[in-house]
């Protein structure tokens, strides 16, 4: 795999000339693998509220958990595009600290670029970031963090109105500056019509094929996150039975004595124990 680090410059280029790929992480061993795969952008995502950190929105992450994941990874990372996803609290609840809470990814995290979700004040927020010299990465349709304000966890754009809407804000996004959208559940074929109107990439999460690229949370993508699985999500494994079936095995054998067995166990020549019994 070229391991040359992959610029924002790499990703606009892409279009139309290959898919790229985008995956979510949050610590070190999975941002590594990732990385090794050669995926091209690894999304610190706020969806770590979910799939780590056991709570039932990503609004309840801040930005002190946020850069303290996207450390771990950026340890880890050599070659992809590494994406610090903007916690609600940092720009949604207060505009005015976006640059400064944008600015701490990049600088204190050793993040590439950062992502934010659309909101009323988004192209605000976008160009004040894109103006500080910090590449923005959009995200539109389901958005998470206000979807109590949308209309729930729900396709987006399902009616010629809505759709359009999406593809004013896409095209807004693009105008100020961002590299690149993340498309969330969007009918296929609207997000078709973006990915074609747009000269920066797609990346789609329950967005159909069309778009430029694609991404998905890693933990659903190995079966790691059982409390609910979208329609978009495809398991590649199922890792949460694998361990649970290791966990099993551990406690058995601990309780049968049959580990730690004798190549797991240090030992002490026999004169220096005979030393020590006189
Ligand atoms: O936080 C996240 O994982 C995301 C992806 C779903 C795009 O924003």
Redesign the pocket.
């Known amino acids: 795999m070229d391991t040359k680090k992959i610029t924002v410059d790499d990703i606009r280029n892409a279009k139309g000339k290959r898919k790229l790929t985008m995956l979510?992480a949050y610590d070190f061993p999975l941002a590594s693998l990732v990385d090794k795969a050669g995926i091209d952008m690894i999304?610190v995502?706020?969806?770590v509220a979910n799939v780590v950190l056991g709570l039932d929105s990503?609004t309840k992450v801040g930005m002190s958990e946020m850069i303290h994941h996207a450390k771990a990874v950026t340890r880890a990372v050599k070659h992809a595009l590494v994406i610090g996803?903007m916690p609600y609290d940092s720009y949604q609840v207060n505009p005015s600290e976006s640059v400064k809470n944008a600015e701490r990814f990049i600088k204190e995290a050793g993040c590439d670029v950062v992502?934010l979700e659309w909101f009323d004040k988004c192209l605000e927020v976008t160009e004040q970031i894109v103006k500080a010299q910090i590449p923005v990465m959009g995200?539109i349709g389901l958005t998470p963090q206000t979807a109590d304000k949308i209309g729930g966890f729900k396709v987006q754009g399902k009616d010629a109105e809505a759709a359009r809407r999406l593809i004013d804000q896409a095209s807004n996004l693009e105008r100020l500056g961002c590299f690149g959208i993340?498309l969330?559940c969007v009918p296929d074929k609207i997000a078709q019509m973006i990915t074609q109107k747009l000269t920066i990439p797609t990346i789609g999460?329950g967005a159909g094929v069309a778009c430029d690229g694609q991404?998905l949370?890693i933990h659903d993508l190995l079966g790691l996150f059982e409390r609910f699985t979208p329609k978009f999500v495809k398991k590649y494994i199922n890792l949460s039975d694998g361990i649970l079936k290791a966990i099993k095995e551990y406690k058995q054998e601990v309780e049968d004595g049959s580990f730690p067995a004798k190549e797991h166990t240090f030992s002490i020549k026999q004169d220096e124990l005979n030393k020590l019994e006189k």
């Open positions: 979510t999304l995502g706020d969806s990503t996803d992502k995200h993340v969330e999460i991404v949370v």
